[in-house]
T-cell receptor, first 117, second 114 residues
Framework: GNSVTQMEGPVTLSEEAFLTINCTYT??????LFWYVQYPGEGLQLLLK?????DKGSNKGFEATYRKETTSFHLEKGSVQVSDSAVYFC????????????????FGRGTQLTVWP | NAGVMQNPRHLVRRRGQEARLRCSPM?????VYWYRQLPEEGLKFMVY????????ESGMPKERFSAEFPKEGPSILRIQQVVRGDSAAYFC????????????FGPGTRLTVT
């Protein structure tokens, strides 16, 4: 089946530190992979995505590379800011060629990031 | 350009009452998805709807839960005879027909059952 395993938090960093949040997945076929961010009291916002192996998604200084050989999609940022404090979710969408319905997202449990000034 | 709207933002119900959660998709979007977030957990898929059609309801509990997306008006997630275990945040997302993987989320409805 399809599932996402995400590094447990909370993660606490000082401003300008390097961030890595690990994410691995299990899926049949060739899923699309996503990182979403949730700020307090708000819904999820799509941060970045990758739709095929070796693709790199990037946005707002965050990056993640779709690694099929290690079934991973780790989120990285070189220098975090206080405003990056939020919960980060890794997610996948199954590929349609395996009989799965497009659209359904499978989420990890989320990682709380707190950045101190 | 309004995003996905959900109301109410907070809903308190006593055990045994009914809860109705509403979701208006982004303008131009015809697909709606409902997810539930239990405390300390990630989001779990519940149901995927198009206008007047249920595409995938494999994540919906078999009893007490139903969803609709009528031709006119918002999508409704309905929970009958609520129990304490239904307390959660319920998120709605929408997408356009050609991009089901690009989902835009609403702010959620936080349901508390007392």
């Amino acid at each position: 089946g399809n599932s996402v395993t995400q590094m447990e938090g909370p993660v606490t960093l000082s401003e300008e530190a390097f961030l890595t949040i690990n994410c691995t997945y299990t899926a049949t076929g060739y899923p699309s992979l996503f990182w979403y961010v949730q700020y307090p009291g708000e819904g999820l916002q799509l941060l970045l995505k990758a739709t095929k192996a070796d693709d790199k998604g990037s946005n707002k200084g965050f990056e993640a590379t779709y690694r099929k050989e290690t079934t991973s999609f780790h989120l990285e940022k070189g220098s975090v800011q206080v405003s990056d404090s939020a919960v980060y979710f890794c997610a996948l969408s199954a590929s349609a060629d395996r009989g799965s319905t497009l659209g359904r997202l499978y989420f990890g449990r989320g990682t709380q990031l707190t950045v101190w000034p | 350009n309004a995003g996905v709207m959900q109301n109410p933002r907070h809903l308190v119900r006593r055990r045994g009452q009914e809860a109705r959660l509403r979701c208006s998709p982004m303008k131009g979007h015809s697909h709606v998805y409902w997810y539930r977030q239990l405390p300390e957990e990630g989001l779990k898929f519940m149901v995927y709807l198009q206008k007047e059609n249920i595409i995938d309801e494999s994540g919906m509990p078999k009893e007490r839960f139903s969803a609709e997306f009528p031709k006119e008006g918002p999508s409704i997630l309905r929970i009958q005879q609520v129990v304490r275990g239904d307390s959660a945040a319920y998120f709605c997302a929408s997408s356009s027909q050609g991009a089901p993987n690009e989902q835009y989320f609403g702010p959620g409805t936080r349901l508390t059952v007392t």
